[in-house]
């Protein structure tokens, strides 16, 4: 008999301990929810101003999902496509040409824009020069020096890029006495107001808030070429993120303009609301980047 209870009681701590182990599997979440949403940056020419609007966003959003909300700035333009591939980034504010290249590659889902306090959501790439230069067209760019911003912008590279190619200019060691990068759109355009640069691209929305705070830019420098208008911002997301916080974090954006709560952290983050994000905003920057991508590869060799 105290056998049998024996292995009754066996069986019943071995039934349990089963259980036990299999409990927590299967009352996990079938979804990967986490506990904390990060989200990427890409870096503007004062970090700091930069942190302290994303850090107002990323208050109102943790408190509205309940869960901590985490924005990192990225060392350049384009380390978000590398940090996502790491699994690094849950999300990330990205500018057009890695937003095209993130969409490609790694399927993400654009959620959202921002929607600027001049009631536009897209910007261009310029070219320019100084005012009192010689250059008024492409002819007259042999042999002159030009800066870009970041391998990985779209108004700060790939723009250039075709409008030199358009006009027969399809190699920059060739072509140019010097070209380089400066690293921000406001470096870009400052080297050429400063004489440092013969010409210059860089994105429209810094231009004009750069002229705004010093009407020197608008007096001193002349736009020879303007790109199509793109999306300037937009938030994309994992497609792994749990549907449901995705969700909830869409319409959390698109309607944070409706209360006083999202409205003040709209004010600090320097938008007037979020809207939705489309795939297909980004033919543009696709077109583009097929047109100069015997460029591109070119300078993919020499690197």
Known sequence: MK???LSCLVRGLAVGLLLWGLLPAALAPATDQPHELLVGIEPEHNIFDQMERYRHLADYLAGQLQIKVRFTIMSRYGEGI???????LDGAFLTPYPTNKALQELDLEPLVHPVGLDGDLTSQGYIFVRQDSAIRGADDMYGKSIVFVDPATMEGYLFPLAY????????????FSRFYFAGSHASAILAVLD????????KSTVFNRLADEDNSIRQELFILGRSPAVPEITLCLR?????????????????MDQNSQGQMALKR??????VKAMAAEFSKVAALEEEVRPLLKEAGKRE
Do not use: N, P, Q, V
């Not at 497609?239 to 309607?255: F, G, H, V």
């Open 3 to 5: 056998s049998w209870r």
């Open 82 to 88: 590398k940090r996502f591939k790491a699994r690094k």
């Open 164 to 175: 030199l190619l358009r006009h027969g200019m399809d190699d920059l060691s060739r072509d």
């Open 195 to 202: 004489g440092r640069a013969d010409i210059g691209a860089a």
């Open 239 to 255: 497609k792994e993120l749990d549907a449901t916080l995705r969700s909830r974090l869409t319409t959390i954006l698109l309607t």
């Open 269 to 274: 983050f320097k938008a007037l609301r979020f």
